[in-house]
Structures are given as C-alpha cells and as structure tokens.
Nanobody, 125 residues
Framework: QVQLVESGGGLVQAGGSLRLSCAAS????????MGWFRQAPGKEREFVAG????????LNANSAKGRFTITRDSAGNTVYLQMNSLKPEDTAVYYC??????????????????WGQGTQVTVSS
C-alpha cells in the first residue's frame, strides 16, 4: 500500500509557473512508475506526464511538451511536476498516480493503482 498526497496547486496568471509535489507514505515511490494526470470540469481525466522507475525516462503528453517537467527526488519519496508557461487551458485538478509492479509509463489511467486526492490548478487569463 502507498498513500499519495499532492500539494502546490493554486491560482496563477497565464505565463506563470507552479511546482506540484506528490509525497508518498507507506512505501518508497522508487518502486513505481509514476504519472501526473489532470481533469477539467466536464472532461475526462487525461495524462500529463510520467516517469518510469528507471532514472531519466520520462514521457510527456503533447500538451505538456516543452512546458512541464516531471522529476523524482533522490530519496524516492516525492515526485514533482514543474509547470511553466501556464495557459488558461491548463486549469484542472491535477492528480498523481502510482503504477505498481511496473517499470514503464503509460497514458491510460486504468493502469495506475494508487491515486492522490488531487490539487486544484487555476490559470487566469
């Protein structure tokens, strides 16, 4: 079992930056492939970025390429999503998720077994 808690969301103007954190308890995140997803009102949950168990192997959705970066801390207990050049269309609840027993990242939320409660990101124009 692992518990995930996101933080770092908030209100920011377009063009600004935020860094989201996903902290784990119960088990180190180094055992999991990790993903960040988001869900805007009336829309399906969508993949944003992911990081494999292998250091340095990441995957970004097209909407995040060049703007968002996912990283892990060396202790293996926190995963970050650095978001730059934010746009109003980035407004959503952001969730981190852990994929147990897997090396790689997928974009399908059904492949992830553990989820945090989400953190709201609002980007004003």
């Amino acid at each position: 079992q692992v518990q995930l808690v996101e933080s770092g969301g908030g209100l920011v103007q377009a063009g600004g930056s935020l860094r989201l954190s996903c902290a784990a308890s119960g088990r180190t995140l180094s055992w999991f492939a990790m993903g960040w997803f988001r869900q805007a009102p009336g829309k399906e949950r969508e993949f944003v970025a992911g990081i494999a168990r292998s250091e340095g192997v990441t995957l970004n959705a097209n909407s995040a390429k060049g703007r968002f970066t996912i990283t892990r801390d060396s202790a293996g207990n926190t995963v970050y999503l650095q978001m730059n050049s934010l746009k109003p269309e980035d407004t959503a609840v952001y969730y981190c998720a852990a994929r147990p027993g897997a090396l790689g990242v997928t974009q399908d939320p059904n492949d992830y077994g553990y989820w945090g409660q989400g953190t709201q990101v609002t980007v004003s124009s």
